[in-house]
């Protein structure tokens, strides 16, 4: 059996595959999350989809904290209209923000397609344009091997005014408002460099980042997702329990290039599998 909680549809930015594309991937009896980078576009499609293939679905968000982690959310227990009302306006801005930093892009780079013909290349469920879609765009036409365009297109987005842009978390907010959701938080990959950074953090980093956040109120860790190794997980597994959070596992998946392959966490050992599930099931 499968246990992967941490999956990317194409209703993530940076997402490549359709629901069913993704839930293709795995067999009834697995348990597996749909983690879309801050929407829920795809949940009822998940959910049904899911069930027709005999997988138990979970239904999460990844939230991503600048220059710090993301932190993932599970919602396995009932969900006040309060968290739909707030992801709608959430995406509504989105929307709005994303069509001002094509704006920007367009003032720096005129000889770029308009608004709706890069939309065209690569169709978004939402019709909203992501950041990864605008920097390949403009590396096709400025074409600089030294520059990192999702960098520059996200720095732009960052420096806009608050008010045209959503909401930016620091991470003891999100849990805060995870918490009012009835939902349970979860602390992504916690050996990854966040910011597209090169590389792991070191374990000095990660356990000092885990127990601050343990102190915030954060549920969960992620033990084991895509770039991890047996060693970090048999170091984050006793802090975890030190620590009384729920432990996870996921392979991060958007696409075949990016994502860890499912066999590994099948492979992992049985007793872990059970620790996942017994939150769950919570």
Not at 178 to 202: C, E, M, T, Y
Request: charged letters at 30%.
């Amino acid at each position: 059996m499968i246990i992967d909680l941490h999956t990317h549809s194409y209703y993530s930015s940076d997402g490549k595959l359709s629901i069913p594309e993704l839930l293709s991937l795995y067999s009834a009896g697995d348990i597996v999350a749909l983690t879309d980078h801050e929407t829920i576009a795809g949940w009822n499609e998940f959910r049904d989809e899911a069930r027709k293939k005999g997988i138990i679905p979970v239904l999460g968000v990844e939230w991503f904290l600048s220059g710090c982690c993301h932190i993932l959310s599970y919602f396995v227990n009932e969900i006040p209209q309060s968290f739909y009302d707030y992801m709608y306006e959430r995406r509504e801005k989105e929307r709005y923000s994303m069509k001002l930093v094509y704006v920007k892009a367009k003032e720096q780079f005129p000889n770029i397609s308009s608004y709706e013909e890069i939309m065209q290349t690569e169709p978004s469920i939402e019709k909203i344009m992501g950041l990864p879609v605008l920097a390949r765009h403009l590396a096709t036409v400025d074409k600089k091997d030294n520059c990192n365009y999702e960098s520059m297109v996200r720095d732009w987005k960052r420096e806009m005014p608050e008010s045209e842009r959503p909401q930016t978390f620091n991470p003891e907010d999100i849990i805060k408002l995870i918490d009012s959701w009835n939902g349970i938080s979860v602390l992504a990959h916690p050996f990854k460099n966040s910011s597209n950074k090169d590389g792991r953090q070191s374990w000095v980093e990660v356990e000092k980042k885990v127990k601050e956040l343990a102190c915030m109120g954060i549920r969960g860790v992620e033990l084991y997702s895509y770039g991890s190794n047996l060693e970090e997980l048999g170091l984050l597994l006793p802090l975890a329990r030190e620590l009384n959070l729920f432990v996870s596992i996921g392979s991060d998946y958007h696409n075949k290039e990016k994502g860890l392959n499912r066999s590994e966490l099948e492979g992992l050992d049985e007793s872990l599998k059970n620790e996942v599930v017994k939150w769950l099931a919570t």
